[in-house]
């Protein structure tokens, strides 16, 4: 399978707690996302790579918040100090960097994180 | 920043059925307008997309038109079958370079095709 893996799928935590979400993109992407789910609403934008080189991040993102990509290829999104507010889908998407014209991205299935 | 709302949030259809589905969004330098799909425990999927520089874009059963005087942009779906019950968002982003795949979203519209 050549898609977004991420892992784990499903995951939950006591309110304080540390996670750490995984995603391995299609291989090829120098380009990775992180988007963040809640229920009923569509995704919105955290954070973007080009290779490791984290490039923009959301204001959503706050300092409990680190993603790291660190050899252009996997990143890990961390969430310290979980609160019940960060219960949502972690999406992760790529996208090849020479794919002028095109903006599409590769979603992987997410990491739903329950914080109780 | 870029705002894209959505309408209908949820949408019903007969199988056969035409389904259309309007977004609107707010920042003029937006260019690109991709429209995604997403089953039950699974990510978006893009199924069309459009570029500013063109109105309307058609793939078998499926089409999208974009006004950019107006802002708005729809998705059009005929002879709709139970397959293509889903959530279907739409998005706009800045379409070049590392901006292209920083898409504000819509809310969803969830469809529904009863055979």
């Known amino acids: 399978d050549t898609g977004v893996s991420q892992d784990p799928r499903h995951k939950i935590t006591k309110r304080g707690q540390n996670v750490t979400f995984r995603c391995d993109p299609i291989?090829?992407?120098?380009?990775l996302y992180w988007y963040r789910q809640t229920l009923g609403q569509g995704p919105e934008f955290l954070t973007y790579?080009?290779?490791?080189?984290?490039?923009?991040k959301s204001r959503l993102l706050s300092d409990r918040f680190s993603a790291e990509r660190p050899k252009g290829s996997f990143s890990t999104l961390e969430i310290q100090r979980t609160e019940q507010g960060d219960s949502a889908m972690y999406l992760c998407?790529?996208?090849?960097?020479?794919?002028?014209?095109?903006?599409?991205?590769?979603f992987g299935e997410g990491s739903r994180l329950t914080v109780l | 920043g870029e705002n894209v709302e959505q309408h209908p949030s949820t949408l019903s259809v007969q199988e056969g059925d035409s389904a259309v589905i309007k977004c609107t969004y707010s920042?003029?330098?937006?260019?690109?307008f991709p429209w995604y799909k997403q089953e039950l425990g699974k990510g978006p999927q893009l199924i069309i997309d459009?570029?500013?520089?063109?109105g309307e874009k058609k793939d078998q059963r499926i089409a999208v038109t974009l006004n950019k005087t107006a802002k708005h942009f729809s998705l059009h779906i005929t002879e709709t079958q139970p397959e293509d019950s889903a959530v279907y968002f739409c998005?706009?982003?800045?379409?070049?370079?590392?901006?292209?795949?920083?898409?504000?979203f819509g809310d969803g519209t969830t469809l529904t095709v009863k055979p």
């Open positions: 998005a706009a982003s800045g379409g070049f370079g590392f901006n292209a795949g920083k898409s504000t």
């Open positions: 998407a790529s996208r090849s960097g020479t794919s002028l014209g095109t903006g599409e991205l590769f």
């Open positions: 291989s090829e992407h120098n380009r």
């Open positions: 790579f080009q290779n490791e080189a984290q490039l923009e």
């Open positions: 920042d003029s330098a937006s260019n690109y």
């Open positions: 459009i570029r500013s520089n063109v």
